[in-house]
């Protein structure tokens, strides 16, 4: 079982819908939880972080950590076209950081 | 934008040439990564370096060396260029290092797309 495991898509929406990007993960030693956006012959840049379990808003973004499912989730609102992109999980414990494999999001105008 | 830059962005080359990638950040972070960027395998890392001449392996770590005689510069060599290593390369820098009780977050270049025939 790879120790981070992500639905690579692609996903594709309708400008405004409510968009769910999510990971599970095996190791219950990780402590910090991320969310990397890559734009297209980009390289990945970070959007948003959570240590330990609970939630973290960010404008349109909400990250949630649910450590006793070993899940995390990305929620974006009102999406835009601007937010077509690879959105990539990473976590760490106090250990290198481990990467999922991308989901590919494409909103639609 | 973290200043790092990569060259070459692009380069094609045959199977058994040695290709070079460098890596050059102005941030002056102590920490510098090279990770490949493959379809259906995501980011994997490939060497890292934790100051001047300070190295280790990451986990695809077989067919390439790197060298780092400046803590501006983290240069990638693959020895004899092989199809396999046909893919995109990332260099990524830190504040601070992975193992630890921090974020790690990293700050990526644009990435050195890599053809080999």
């Known amino acids: 079982q790879k120790e981070v495991e992500q639905d690579p898509g692609p996903l594709s929406v309708p400008e405004g819908a409510i968009v769910s990007l999510n990971c599970t993960y095996s190791n219950s030693a990780f402590q910090y939880f991320m969310w990397y956006r890559q734009y297209s012959r980009k390289g990945p840049e970070l959007l948003m972080y959570?240590?330990?379990?609970g939630n973290k808003e960010d404008g349109r973004f909400t990250a949630q950590v649910d450590k006793s499912s070993k899940y995390i989730s990305l929620f974006i609102r009102d999406s835009q076209p601007s937010d077509s992109a690879t959105y990539l999980c990473a976590m760490k414990g106090n250990t290198p950081l481990v990467f999922g494999k991308g989901t590919r999001l494409s909103v639609i105008a | 934008d973290a200043g790092i830059t990569q060259s070459p962005r692009h380069k094609v080359t045959e199977t058994g040439t040695p290709v070079t990638l460098r890596c050059h950040q102005t941030e002056n972070h102590r920490y510098m990564y090279w990770y490949r960027q493959d379809p259906g395998h995501g980011l994997r890392l490939i060497h890292y370096?934790?100051?001047?001449?300070?190295?280790d392996k990451g986990e695809v770590s077989d067919g390439y060396s790197v060298s780092r005689s400046k803590t501006e510069d983290f240069l990638l060599t693959l020895e004899s260029a092989t199809s396999s290593q046909t893919s995109v390369y990332f260099c990524a820098i830190s504040e601070f290092g992975q193992q630890g009780a921090n974020t790690g977050e990293l700050f990526f270049g644009e990435g050195s797309r890599l053809t080999v025939l």
């Open positions: 370096s934790y100051g001047v001449k300070d190295t």
């Open positions: 959570t240590y330990s379990s």
